[in-house]
């Protein structure tokens, strides 16, 4: 059994800042991929970033530059800083995590979600 748990979330208002951290634990051998993606109200879930397990990030255009993604392969936690945040950036952001276990290879699991919001 595998779980993610995100924290950090929470009411910032716009220009200001939050960093959001997912920890993955179970039955895990390795981590692939690991990243955020959002899911704003009455909109389809997108991504945010994610980054390989060697470092290499990948990031959605309308947050480079903004929001920066980090993660500890020791500790199997992902991590995004947000910086300049605007109301746009509402939504509840989900871990993400392409996880190799002993029984499964590559299945992607996700976290249960953690709302930002951004108030206009």
């Known amino acids: 059994q595998v779980q993610l748990v995100e924290s950090g979330g929470g009411l910032v208002q716009t220009g200001g800042s939050l960093r959001l951290s997912c920890a993955a634990s179970?039955?895990?051998?390795?981590?692939?991929?690991m990243g955020w993606y959002r899911q704003a109200p009455g909109k389809q879930r997108e991504l945010v970033a994610t980054?390989?397990?060697?470092?290499?990030?990948n990031y959605a255009d309308s947050v480079k530059g903004r929001f920066t993604i980090s993660r500890d392969n020791a500790k199997n936690t992902v991590s995004v800083q947000m910086n300049s945040l605007s109301p746009e950036d509402t939504a509840v952001y989900y871990c993400?995590?392409?996880?190799?276990?002993?029984?499964?290879?590559?299945?992607?699991?996700w976290g249960k979600g953690t709302l930002v919001t951004v108030p206009a």
């Open positions: 993400y995590a392409n996880i190799w276990t002993p029984t499964k290879l590559g299945m992607d699991y």
């Open positions: 179970g039955s895990i051998v390795s981590i692939n991929r």
């Open positions: 980054i390989a397990r060697g470092g290499s990030p």
